[in-house]
């Protein structure tokens, strides 16, 4: 059963010459089983031992009861023939977005590393302020009495506090002295279904190869699913104004709704405390559609050949040569002489 279950390794350099823009440190593991399923599975160099984790989750197996190539220890290993490596390197090849997910998986890691390496610091930093405030001082225990003898009084009537009365606003509206305190940011974005599922993109001119990219597997839908709702977490770090790539599974959406979304939509994204509300509008024309109604089917006049200045030139040497020769034809047949000074050496040099 061990050898019917293998995790077969390539690194950076081995994909680099599959794909010209494979980042560096991310590796591929190829998990296959016997009944021929293959599962990809990208990683970062500095994961080490979490990687052998993940894949023995993807083959269903334990630590020691898979294959692995090339051999690790604590790990049965296998002897794989070159040409059945070149198998596997063209399978690779043949995803042809693999490339883009090993960016945005690097991008992604790199922002899970950052976010916990403050949280370490901002722990560090309390462990530090309690330092240097000391234990905590606790007092000492004073006995009292548990029974103690009083006058009878007067019953007090409590004084009856009124309540605050609620503005009339409708449910779902906040009044202006509570609204005005809110956190509340704006943007425009693309909706649009693709092979990864429905893509929210933030500022979609502005998204290039660096824009980071997230999945978000929890959303929530309005009554009538005009409008959708992602966790605040989703837009954590992420400013107005900057680009932003949003990927949700598209099983997590109805029929209806996947449907509507196989044409590019725009989107008005809010942003507030309690999560990024999508409204999705109107769809987005494609470029073909946009430039092919306005070609220009006028016919086109010819362009009018005009005399370049090297060609007026030899004209008007011409036109000279043609004057001085019928002036010298015309003294001859008077019977004057005709006197040709020859040009001076540096004149017939410049020539």
């Known amino acids: 059963m061990i050898a019917e279950q293998l995790a077969y390794f390539f690194d950076a350099s081995a994909l680099g010459c599959v794909f010209e823009e494979w980042p560096e440190d991310i590796g591929l593991v190829l998990c296959l089983d016997e ?27 334990g630590a020691g009861e898979f294959a ?43 922002f899970e590393k950052a976010r916990k390496a403050r949280e370490r610091q901002q722990a560090e930093a309390a462990r530090a302020r ?70 929210l993109a933030l500022a979609a001119d502005m998204v290039d190869i660096k824009t980071s ?22 837009v954590d770090g992420w400013l107005p104004g900057e680009p932003l790539v949003i990927d949700i599974p598209e099983d ?22 309690q999560g990024v509300f999508v409204a999705p509008g109107s769809a987005l024309a494609e470029q073909g559609d946009a430039s092919g109604g306005n070609e220009d089917t006028s016919p086109r006049r010819k362009r009018r050949r005009f005399l370049t200045p090297v060609s007026i030139a030899v004209a008007l040497l011409a036109v000279a040569s043609l004057t001085v020769g019928t002036m010298i034809e015309a003294l001859e047949a008077d019977g004057l002489p005709v006197l040709l000074n020859p040009l001076p050496a540096s004149v017939e040099a410049g020539a």
């Open 130 to 199: 309690q330092a240097e405030l000391g234990p905590r001082l606790i007092e000492p225990f004073t006995w009292r009495p548990r029974l103690h003898l009083s006058e009878v009084r007067s019953k007090v009537t409590p004084k009856r506090t009124l309540k605050p009365k609620k503005p009339d606003m409708p449910e779902g509206y906040l009044p202006s002295q509570d609204a005005v305190q809110s956190e509340c940011w704006f943007a425009d974005g693309e909706l649009r279904l693709g092979d990864r599922g429905v893509r």
């Open 35 to 61: 009944s021929g399923t293959c599962e990809m599975l990208l990683h970062h160099a500095e994961e080490g031992q979490g990687v052998l984790k993940k894949a023995g989750a993807l083959l269903g197996r």
């Open 213 to 234: 990219t997230r999945l978000v597997q929890e959303v929530g839908f309005r009554d009538d699913f005009s409008r959708f709702v992602l966790p605040r977490g989703a």
């Open 252 to 273: 997590r959406f109805p029929a209806g709704l996947r449907e509507r979304f196989k044409l590019a939509r725009s989107a008005e994204i809010t942003v507030t405390a």
């Open 68 to 110: 692995v190539v090339p051999a690790m220890d604590g790990y049965p290993t296998r002897r794989v023939m070159f040409s059945d490596e070149q198998k596997l390197l063209a399978l690779v090849e043949g995803e042809a977005d693999l490339a883009e997910m090993a960016a945005d998986y690097l991008m992604n890691y790199r």
